[in-house]
Each structure stands twice: as C-alpha cells, then as structure tokens.
C-alpha cells in the first residue's frame, strides 16, 4: 500500500494526491481512483497508470490490492473505449457511447493510453461542431414538401435548366433566395444548383423554417440534461408523485421524458398560486419569495446542457424550497409549499448522486450502496418534515374533531378548531392531502425505513396509553367512526357466464344510516313529550359525522392506501351532492365500477360523471340502473371517453330493441370496439329482428377493418382474413386510429403487370430521352428502378407465383386423369 500510495502521490498540490501521499490505510489505487478524478484534471490518469506500474512491480501484498473481479472491470471500461474508438471517421463515431465511455474510466480508472486518445477525439468532435455552427450561421434552412414527390436541382435558375439531380419530402436542405421563387444550395451540398420553392399554381415545393429553434438557422443545438436525467435515473421520478395530493406511483410509467421537467415547473406554479388541497374553496394565497425564486431556478435548470449546470441550479432550488416552506403561515399554503419542498428535496438528493459519476451531457453509474445511501438520506430528511407536520397542533386539531377524539391539549387549555375548518370541504381537503403526502413518502425506496414514519399522537383519557394513529389509517377510522359502509367481497359467481371475471375482492360502499335517537334516554322522551323535533343528532350539518359529499375524499384516501381497484357504489352515495365526481377525479385509477342496482338514483348525470374514470376503467356494470333510449347518446360519450372498456353489463334495463340498435349502431359508427356488451333482461321485442339489425351493423363495422386487413388474396372468395378489432401496430389499426386514407384493394396479377409496365417506360426513358444520359437523370433513373424492383422481389408476389403453378400443376393433372380414363374406356 506504501507503494501504491507514493506512486499516486501527486506535487501539484492537487488535494486527492494529497491524501495519497498520507500513506493511510485507505491510500490504495481503488480506493483513491475515484476521489483523484473528481478534480476532472488530465494528470489524473498518469498518477493511476503509475500506481498500477507500482502495484504489479511490488510485493505479492501489494498486488492483491487488485482483486480478481477490479482487474476484469478495468478490461471491460478498455473495451468499451476501444470499441469506441475503432472509427476513424470523425462524423461518424458514437458521441455519446464514447462519452458515456471516457466518464467511466474518469470516475473509476481505465487505460491511460485509450484515455487520452478518447479525450482527443472528444476534443476534436468539439472542434467540428463549432466549426459547423459558424459555416451553416445564418444560412436558412429548409424542407422538402413538395405533395407531389421529389423537387429537381438545376444547374440554373430556370426550369428549362438541366437537371443535376432530386430531393425528396422530408430532406432538408440549406440555400440562398434568389431571384423569383428560386434558392441557390450552400457551397457544402454535394450537387450545388438552384432549386424551385413553388410553383407558379402556389403549390409548396420547398418550406422554409420560421427559427423556431436553433437548429432551423443551421446552428447546433445540444440536448438538455433533465430528459436524459429522469430517463436514466427512474427512483428521480418518484418526487414528480409529490406535487398533487392525487398523484400515483405508476403515474410514471406513462410520463414523457421530454415534459417530465416542465410538467414539475407548472404544477409547482400551480401549488404557488391555487395550492394542493382539493376542492378547497376558501384558498388564500400567500406571497413568498423563495418560493417564487425557487420557481425560477427549476425553469433555468430546465434549460441546462450538462449535470454540473443543472445540480448548481437544483440545489438551489432545493434550498430556496425550504426556506419557502419554513417561513409559509397559513396551513393550506404550508401544504403547497411543503409538496415543492418534497420534490425538490428527493431530486436534489438523486442529482447529487449522479453528477458524482457524470461529466457534461454523459450519464454515469450510480453504484448500489451510493444509490442505497442517497435514498435512505432523503427519506430520512422528508420524514423528518412530515413528524413536524403531524405534530402541529392545527393539523392534529382537524384530525381529532373528525375522530371525536378527547381533544389537543395546549399549555393547559384544549385547541380549538381552526376558523376556516368548519368548513367540510376545507377540513376533509386538509386531512386528504395529509394523508395523501404521508402515503406517498412511503412509497420511496429503501422500504425499510417506513416504521419510522410520521404518526399522530392522539390524547387518551388518563392513564391509557396515548394512541399513535399512522395517517394512512385515519380515512377508515374516521369513516368507522361515522358508521359509513364499507366492505370487502369476493365477486358474485351468480351468472358468471354472462358477466365479466373480476379478479380480487370488490369494495362495496354505501352511506352512513339515518342516527337512531335513544328513545330510552330520559332526556329524549321529554322531547318528544313536548313535541320538539329531535334533528339528526351526531348527522347535524357542521359536525364531524353530517351526510355530505366531502366525505369522497375519504373514501378516495382509503381506496388508495388499501389499493383498491374494484369498487360497488350504491344508490345512497350517488343521492349526495359531488359525492360520486368527487370519488371519481380523487381516488386510484380503477379496473371495475359497478352501479348495480341504482334505479332511479341513476340519472343521466351521474352517468355522465363515469368518464371521470378514465382510461384504466376495463368493465362498467350498469344493470338494473333504468337505463333508457334518452341515455344512449351520453353511454356512447363516457364509453368512447374512457377508451379502454371491456364489459358492459346493461342488464334488466329499460332499452327496447330500437334504443340497444341504437347503441351498437353509435358504437360502430365512433369505432368504439368492446368485447361484450349484455342485453339480457331488456325488452328488447323481436329478438331475431334484434340479431339480425346487430349483424347488420357488426358486418358494416367489419368492412371498415376488412379494406385495411393484413393481407387481403383475390384469388377465392373465402381468401380474406378479417380481424375485427385490428392489431396495434398494423395496417388497419393506423387507418382507423391515425385518419390514414383506406387502401383499395388490387389484385397481386394487376399489380405485377403494373410493375412491368413500370420497367418497359423506364427501359424506353434510358434509351430515347437524352436527359437519361447526365448523372441527374442516371441517379432518378437508379432509384426509379429500385423502387419497382422491391414490387418484384416482393414475398406476396413469389406467393402469388407459387398459387399460379399450383393450379396449372392441378389442371395439368385433372387433364391427364381425364385423357387416361377416356383411354381406359376406349
């Protein structure tokens, strides 16, 4: 180790070769290789090439400071750099794989020779972005679009002008305007000319950019950091979950890199100027500067190109969003305030992390127990924020009146609830958001930590043990507490056959029963002695257990913290007042809703309120919900909203035979494809007229799949292969989800005798037109050919051949049986 540390001893004062040179106990080559280089500093290399001379040179202790498994990760980062490297073409080598590649052997040792050669090939690419960047400045830019095909090069600004050669739509291409609708191509393109822009009809054949971007100008323009950070970095996207109280975790599955980072910019000015509590109609707004510079910082380091930019200004950010949360007053802005400060902490923490292991635009590797490290450390500080927030004595107050607990006592004198939580919106807006952030800072890794947690500390008469109430338990102690329904069943078995599989247990909710009074109760009895009316006891309006449509957001906490995805809404929460939409927008994405059994409470409104479940909805039981014609148009509309329905149960409902026509007919027409639809129990009439008008229009649907099929044979009647819902991907998919025009179908023989016909005219244009003869019309003509050669060499074609032989092999055969039997009978 002596040997090792003096050979990486560094004399330019350089502070890791310093700590080298101590000769510590940690002073060996791996243990130093990856602090030395941080300083970023050519030198670097020399010093570790030199201690691995060291090494191999000195005793048999020494050299076991390399272990097997160090030496074969040192020949891996060689060989990713000689990969790398192996292309002498400048502007054809892998930047960011040799990038990727140099960051590696920076961060954790590599060959000094490939180093460095890596480094001048860097520097070079470098060069030649700069120099493109000055050559193409200013010079517009433009594109191809000529809806017609390719756009000719002449040797003048004339039409009359010999042709040089083509463009087709979608090149770009960089040029002067000249004189009349004219440009001249840049001294750089391989076939200078002049091309035509439009015709003299104002057809666009050429579009010229408006510098929307640098890249329109002819400048280079480098890729931001963040889409690449949260795209490598996946546990950097669990702080995007903290910005609204009814975010998920696999709310990220489906987030686009690209907008990931201005996504996070304008739900925290959403948070600064309307707050995180839903529903909350009593919002005050708070000014604070931090926050708003700490706004700021997150939108500029959006616009950073390289980590060390981008951590500079996120830390920031990061601390900015705490000073912002630690002087907020109020306790909805605090909220708001401190879901930024959640995120901005968690990012931070993962930025951090990676600008340890990344230079510039490449992305280095965390290591395991680094990545173990920062998770836990940003967990810890979060928690930490949370335990002062459950002990607040607000926060615990709006928790205790909902509870009917024994108080929060205060210096000797219980707390009162806070003004503006009389109101039900606000108190059960306060208590969902809680929840919600104390849920979601569970779901961060490492797992390990989570009984650690923030608690309530909730007050018990004396001498009982205090109770210590977890937040995500506190919407079903407060729905028990109020007797609202709420329980687990598996699904009915009952009719399987006609019904859809629901696999896992299904939530069944319904409201609280009317308070029963005590008629035993001494009190009571004088009361209705003397005729007085009793109310609605703990139900009356402004306490804790009143019927109201706030109580959703209980309902939508606990969905979530239980996982929910099945639930059964009755008839009684569909009766309250922005009960249903509010269970709906709030709650977890849902698999199965069932409103079985509503009758009269199902209006056409709350049917309306059904898209609000959005894209995950996959089966929707309406049965028994008198459902009629006048519903049908808005089914159609929620059914088309939510995109993804599998099953829809429309049992022993009101539609006749003309209303369910009706339906299936609009479904059709929208492309709205669902699997199975029932009808049993509906007067639907004649049930054979029924089927047939259902055929009808399934027939019709068909055809719209059938023009636009994978393959479609016009050699028998039977030969077509209809799908009627088309794969993703294919042909007919895109035709029905993208606009695209449907193909008319061609018989493979009309198609071969087109591409023959193709190849007589291009046989004819070489050998009579001279402008066959210059390199423009030989190029046109090369690629003519080419085109009508992929219809030749195409495997329809050779199928097509091999059914053509086919049948003459059978009617040459079916003619030798019939001369030999005519034979046989002579």
Known sequence: KNAVSGAIGRSDGCASGEAAQSGGPSAGIWATSVPCCRCRCRGCFVFMAAAVAATSASSPQAHATLSAVERLEVVERDAALRECLVEDDITKIDVPALQSAFANGRAKGASVYLMEKAEARLAEWNKLQEYLMEKYRGVPTWVVVNP?????????????????????????????????????????????????????????????????????????????????????????????????????????????????????????????????????????????????????????????????????LLQKAAALANEGYAQMGNLAPRMASLRWNCCMCWIAARSAAVLAVSIGNSFGSVSVQRHKEVCHAAKHQIFELLRLLTKEYPVLTIFDFDLVGHGVWHDGKREDLPKLATDD?????????????????????????????????????????EWLLPPPEAPRRILERHHWFMEFFQPEIDDLHTKAWIDGRVLHMERAPEFQHDFSDPLVRERVERGDELGKGD???????????????????????????????????LEIDEFFETLLRYGPPLLTLELSGSLEAFTKDVLRIIKFAGPSLKILDISECNVNEDMVETLVEVLEACGNVKHVDLAHNLLDGQAAALLMASLCENRIDIPSIRFDGNPLGDIEEFRSEVAAVLAARGEQVVAGGELVLHLEDDMIRWYPKPKEGHLAYRIRDEGSLTPKPVAIKEVRTMANTIKKKLDKYEKQDPAAQTSGGQDWLWRQRQVNQKIFDSPLLDLYKMEIQHRVKMQEEAEAAKQASEEAAK
């Open 148 to 312: 017609e095909g390719y756009v000719n090069i002449r040797t003048e600004p004339s039409a009359a002008s010999p042709c040089l050669g083509t463009r087709e739509p979608g090149d770009i291409i960089r040029g002067y305007p000249e004189t009349g609708d004219w440009i001249r191509l840049h001294e750089d393109h391989k076939k200078r000319g002049f091309m035509l822009t439009k015709k003299p009809d104002g057809t666009r054949l050429l579009h010229k950019y408006d510098a929307a971007s640098a890249e329109e100008g002819g400048e280079q323009k480098a890729m931001t950091w963040v889409p690449r950070f949260f795209q490598m970095d996946r546990v950097a996207r669990e702080g995007f979950t903290f910005l609204m109280p009814e975010f998920h975790n696999r709310d990220l599955m489906v987030e686009n890199m690209n907008e990931i980072g201005h996504k996070i910019l304008d739900l925290g000015k959403k948070l600064y100027e309307g707050g995180s509590m839903p529903c909350n109609r009593l919002w005050d707004k708070e000014e604070s500067p931090e926050f708003a510079e700490s706004l700021e910082l997150w939108a500029k380091a959006l616009e950073a190109t390289g980590v060390a930019d981008f951590d500079r």
């Open 425 to 465: 919106w606000y108190r059960r807006s306060m208590e969902f958001d809680v929840v919600k952030l104390c849920y979601q800072a569970l779901q961060l890794p490492p797992e390990s930590m989570n009984p650690s947690a923030a608690t309530f500390i909730m007050v018990q008469p004396y001498l009982t043990p």
């Open 539 to 573: 139900q009356e309006d402004g306490k804790p257990g009143a019927i109201h449509g706030s109580v959703a957001l209980m309902y939508a906490a606990l969905m979530t913290t239980e996982k929910v995805e099945h639930i059964h809404v009755y008839s009684g929460l």
